[in-house]
């Protein structure tokens, strides 16, 4: 797995993962489409990581950087995945907004 962390950031965002840690996994299944009933499962991490020149090659046409103690702010989220990805925030020891309608305490 961390062959593939390294190998899609560096890919997608020109960027070197110096460490990283798990997080944890989700598990979500597709409910409509031409992809129904199949079952994605995604690792969650926190990386360092050296950003590199941006050059890229593949789906990304840009690139934001921002401090890590800002970036859960600058996510756009549909409003059901915020606690998800609040959660993952949390456990990076990473800072998040607070009060959003819908979420629920971690």
Do not use: K, N, Y
Not at 94 to 106: E, I, K, N, Q
């Amino acid at each position: 797995m961390i062959d593939t962390l390294r190998r899609e950031v560096r890919e997608e965002a020109c960027a070197t993962v110096t460490s990283c840690r798990l997080l944890g996994f989700s598990r979500g299944i597709c409910v409509r489409g031409h992809e129904q009933g199949l079952v994605l499962v995604r690792s969650l991490w926190r990386a360092e990581v050296t950003v590199e020149p941006w050059e890229p090659r593949f789906e990304m046409a840009h690139r934001r950087l921002v401090p890590a103690a800002e970036a859960f702010g600058c996510l756009a989220l549909p409003a059901g995945l915020r606690p998800l990805h609040r959660r993952a925030f949390t456990e990076a020891g990473l800072a998040t907004d607070h009060g959003d309608a819908g979420d629920s305490p971690t």
